[in-house]
């Protein structure tokens, strides 16, 4: 034990005494763990962030829709070749499957300009078209006013539901019920404005929305080809029934024959969380191979560190040996120098973690989480890297001659 003190006191020691060449050394190690402790921050906040998200839309609702969803490159091309989803496809659906409750279809543009008389936003609003049961399958909630009715979506009237974020741009301190909005010239009235729901993954507001009836929405941006259907179970108990029912009822629909796949995509929030879940996990792996790489580089700033201190100190080795110490206690000490050298250096890279997790708290607006696995990983890592890179220094200060270590200066 006593043993184990003296050569903390000693690495420590060493380290206090050569600050600025010990953290160049470290730099390679500092980059690593800071890398590893942010992204899997960035990763558990967006996981948590995501599966909030989706429990948004209830536990018995899916999407399908004619394209596909996900990460990577996609043959749009293929997919463009499949046949269309339309509303009559949600009229048989209404009509035919008796799990589903409510059926909405949507289409959306991105990159809008909505103004009034005298104020308009960015290029950056999603205007969306909706049929009336889009309020019950989406997951958003009116704070004032109210959304279009039936009568209205099939009579295609002029109204508008907005999101918070168009509201505070176009209407600051003002009432915006009542008030008339231009969309490509054409005016619409605000009827409603949604609930804030914040951002999605912390990057795409999901208040920077209009909402439309479809068919108002069509004489804006034309005949919509393909529309997405959101579909809502009877019950969470029905969800998979509902599926199974909308899939065959499509396939024949879309005459599909019985060994080919389906020609549509149908996503349930579990698909969408293991979607981002594959996402994740490569960019788990990349991240460690970053922090490995590093670590490769930090070890062997550490190995040439630490023989540069064994034959500084050759003469103190030579008179430490010559006084009785044993091969094992100097082989102890110098292999607790390098870990704790490689250790200091993972704590300085789970502190510069944290703060850019932090940082990107503030920057994304979402909360990021450090799990506790990462950090003893990390430190885990490092403190292996001290041990493997040092034991070879440490070996050859435990061989040297005492008398041959004395006679150097």
Same mark, same amino acid.
Request: with cysteine; proline share 4%; aromatic share 6%.
């Given at each position: 034990?006593?043993?184990?003190?003296?050569?903390?006191?000693?690495?420590?020691?060493?380290?206090?005494?050569?600050?600025?060449?010990?953290?160049?050394?470290?730099?390679?190690?500092?980059?690593?763990?800071?890398?590893?402790?942010?992204?899997?921050?960035?990763?558990?906040?967006?996981?948590?962030?995501?599966?909030?998200?989706?429990?948004?839309?209830?536990?018995?609702?899916?999407?399908?829709?004619?394209?596909? &969803?996900?990460?990577? %490159?996609?043959?749009?091309?293929?997919?463009?070749?499949?046949?269309?989803?339309?509303?009559?496809?949600?009229?048989?659906?209404?009509?035919?499957?008796?799990?589903?409750?409510?059926?909405?279809?949507?289409?959306?543009?991105?990159?809008?300009?909505?103004?009034?008389?005298?104020?308009?936003?960015?290029?950056?609003?999603?205007?969306?078209?909706?049929? &009336?049961?889009?309020?019950? +399958?989406?997951?958003?909630?009116?704070?004032?006013?109210?959304?279009?009715?039936?009568?209205?979506?099939?009579?295609?009237?002029?109204?508008?539901?907005?999101?918070?974020?168009?509201?505070?741009?176009?209407?600051?301190?003002?009432?915006?019920?009542?008030?008339?909005?231009?969309?490509?010239?054409?005016?619409?009235?605000?009827?409603?404005?949604?609930?804030?729901?914040?951002?999605?993954?912390?990057?795409?507001?999901?208040?920077?929305?209009?909402?439309?009836?479809?068919?108002?929405?069509?004489?804006?941006?034309?005949?919509?080809?393909?529309?997405?259907?959101?579909?809502?179970?009877?019950?969470?108990?029905?969800?998979?029934?509902?599926?199974?029912?909308?899939?065959?009822?499509? %396939?024949?629909? %879309?005459?599909?024959?019985?060994?080919?796949?389906?020609?549509?995509?149908?996503?349930?929030?579990?698909?969408?969380?293991?979607?981002?879940?594959?996402?994740?996990?490569?960019?788990?792996?990349?991240?460690?191979?970053?922090?490995?790489?590093?670590?490769?580089?930090?070890?062997?700033?550490?190995?040439?560190?630490?023989?540069?201190?064994? +034959?500084? %100190?050759?003469?103190?080795?030579?008179?430490?040996?010559?006084?009785?110490?044993?091969?094992?206690?100097?082989?102890?000490?110098?292999?607790?120098?390098?870990?704790?050298?490689?250790?200091?250096?993972?704590?300085?890279?789970?502190?510069?973690?944290?703060?850019?997790?932090?940082?990107?708290?503030?920057?994304?607006?979402?909360?990021?989480?450090?799990?506790?696995?990462?950090?003893?990983?990390?430190?885990?890592?490092? &403190?292996?890297?001290?041990?493997?890179?040092?034991?070879?220094?440490?070996?050859?200060?435990?061989?040297?001659?005492?008398?041959?270590?004395?006679?150097?200066?």
């Amino acid at each position: 034990m006593l043993a184990a003190v003296d050569n903390l006191r000693l690495a420590l020691g060493t380290f206090l005494g050569n600050p600025l060449r010990s953290l160049l050394t470290l730099l390679g190690i500092v980059i690593g763990v800071t890398t590893v402790i942010t992204m899997m921050a960035l990763i558990e906040g967006l996981r948590l962030k995501v599966n909030n998200d989706l429990s948004q839309l209830g536990a018995n609702t899916f999407q399908v829709s004619k394209w596909p &969803s996900g990460f990577g %490159r996609v043959n749009w091309q293929k997919f463009a070749k499949r046949k269309d989803l339309t509303l009559d496809d949600l009229r048989a659906i209404q009509e035919s499957c008796p799990s589903v409750g409510v059926v909405s279809a949507a289409d959306t543009e991105g990159a809008q300009k909505i103004s009034t008389a005298s104020m308009e936003t960015r290029p950056s609003v999603r205007v969306t078209g909706a049929t &009336s049961e889009y309020i019950d +399958t989406s997951g958003i909630n009116i704070a004032a006013g109210r959304f279009f009715g039936q009568v209205e979506a099939v009579d295609g009237r002029q109204v508008a539901v907005l999101g918070l974020d168009v509201v505070e741009t176009l209407f600051p301190g003002m009432e915006p019920l009542g008030q008339e909005i231009r969309i490509k010239g054409r005016p619409f009235t605000v009827v409603g404005v949604l609930q804030r729901r914040g951002s999605f993954l912390g990057m795409v507001s999901m208040d920077n929305v209009v909402i439309l009836p479809l068919r108002a929405y069509e004489t804006v941006y034309g005949d919509v080809r393909s529309v997405g259907l959101a579909v809502q179970a009877q019950s969470p108990e029905l969800l998979q029934k509902a599926q199974d029912e909308v899939s065959n009822l499509l %396939r024949r629909r %879309r005459d599909v024959p019985p060994l080919e796949p389906n020609d549509f995509e149908l996503r349930t929030n579990e698909s969408m969380t293991e979607t981002f879940n594959n996402l994740s996990k490569v960019i788990t792996v990349a991240s460690f191979g970053v922090c490995l790489l590093s670590l490769v580089v930090g070890g062997i700033g550490i190995l040439n560190i630490m023989l540069v201190s064994v +034959t500084e %100190r050759t003469k103190e080795i030579g008179i430490r040996k010559a006084l009785g110490a044993r091969k094992s206690r100097i082989l102890g000490q110098f292999a607790t120098e390098a870990v704790m050298l490689s250790l200091f250096g993972g704590a300085i890279g789970v502190g510069l973690g944290f703060g850019l997790a932090f940082l990107a708290r503030w920057m994304l607006g979402f909360n990021t989480v450090v799990p506790g696995w990462a950090v003893a990983l990390s430190l885990g890592m490092s &403190s292996g890297v001290g041990l493997v890179f040092g034991i070879y220094p440490a070996a050859r200060a435990a061989r040297l001659d005492p008398v041959e270590a004395m006679r150097s200066e």
